[in-house]
């Protein structure tokens, strides 16, 4: 199955079917077929114990700093009246030039029925920027609620693995109905529903205006993903993430896999926000020696860090065919 169509089901919440043997380059056949019975559980365990980063990896600190960096900079040009970054992640100005979030300017137009000038100019802005920087890139790399929730979900862990907790999961298909349901809300309340209930938008403006009682909201969410269901929200509702998934469509800037040195043992579909995504690296999975990660993927990091193979890697499109 090619990128695009593989991306936009993994995007809709459908299971992205193995390929069949007929489908898999010969080259891919025989690195499966070489790999048979050559891997004892010894040789795997030396392997991830040699890779183990007991403080995160290199990925996970650049993208925690970034983050903070992004969402600071609103914080610091509000505070000291710097005009550099003025706004919030949902609308904002960067040196003058206007920036409007994709799902917040979609819930405009939709709520409002307008398109102002600097809505659009604003609008085509990020969509430029966030094809450029990789579509959910935004979710990882720039969404405050991202960083939280990555923090629950160390505890939600370390409560499962005490037993203590379990992991409820749901069909992926309700984020989709979720979006449309955001879409419609708008278009016939008139009002831009979803912003009020998004703990990004929430998360950002408190960090620059001040705390409200709206934080009680993204506590509930918190809550609800270390005791019920891990990563919920950004895994079952987020319209935001599925906006900037079907920017990343067009991405240059993608997760790539490369079969040879895999061996199959699911560590990257462990860290991963969507595991789905990563069902080529089983093995049998994939169709082509090479192949890139669906554009759900987050561009997090966290599988590249965690490979003990180096089987996973950044790469932007045609840049290496340049360099
Ligand atoms: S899915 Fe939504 S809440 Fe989650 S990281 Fe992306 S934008 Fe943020
Ligand atoms: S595939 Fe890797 S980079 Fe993409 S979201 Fe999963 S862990 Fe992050």
């Known amino acids: 199955m090619g990128y695009i169509s593989k991306s936009f089901k993994h995007l809709f919440g459908y299971r992205v079917a193995r390929p069949g043997k007929e489908e898999q380059s010969e ?3 025989a690195i499966y077929e070489a790999k048979k019975g050559t891997l004892s559980k ?3 365990e030396k392997v991830h114990i040699e890779h183990k980063q007991p403080y995160g990896g290199k990925w996970l600190k650049r993208r925690w700093l970034t983050l903070i960096a992004v969402n600071l900079l609103f914080v610091v040009s509000f505070y000291f009246d710097i005009q550099l970054l003025e706004g919030a992640l949902t609308a904002s100005r960067f040196v003058g030039f206007h920036m409007a979030d994709l799902n917040s300017a979609l819930q405009v137009i939709l709520a409002y029925k307008v398109m102002v000038l600097n809505l659009f100019i604003g609008t085509v802005t990020v969509f430029l920027l966030w094809v450029l920087l990789g579509g959910r890139t935004f979710c990882s790399w720039a969404c405050p609620y991202h960083l939280l929730a990555e923090w629950a979900e160390y505890l939600h862990l370390w409560l499962a693995k005490r037993k203590i907790v379990s992991d409820h999961s749901f069909n992926r298909k309700v984020r989709t109905v979720f979006y449309l349901l955001f879409v419609v809300l708008a278009l016939v309340t008139g009002y831009t529903v979803f912003e009020t209930l998004s703990p990004t938008g929430i998360l950002s403006r408190a960090l620059i205006y001040g705390p409200g009682l709206a934080l009680l909201w993204v506590l509930a969410l918190l809550a609800f993903e ?4 891990r990563r919920a929200w950004c895994r079952y509702v987020c319209p935001i ?3 900037y998934g079907v920017v990343g469509v067009i991405s240059p800037l993608r997760v790539t896999y490369n079969a040879e040195a895999c061996h199959h043992e699911g560590d990257c579909r462990k860290v991963c926000l969507v595991p789905h995504v990563l069902d080529l690296t089983i093995r049998g999975g994939a169709s082509q020696v090479h192949e890139d990660v669906g554009a759900d993927c987050t561009r997090c990091g966290l599988c590249v860090d965690v490979c003990p193979t180096d089987s996973l890697k950044y ?5 290496s065919k340049l360099v």
């Not at 790469?315 to 840049?319: P, R, T």
Request: proline share 0%; charged share 30%.
């Open 226 to 229: 270390v005791f019920y269901s």
């Open 241 to 243: 993430g599925m906006t």
């Open 27 to 29: 080259e891919l056949r």
């Open 315 to 319: 790469e932007f499109k045609g840049l």
């Open 42 to 44: 010894s040789d795997l």
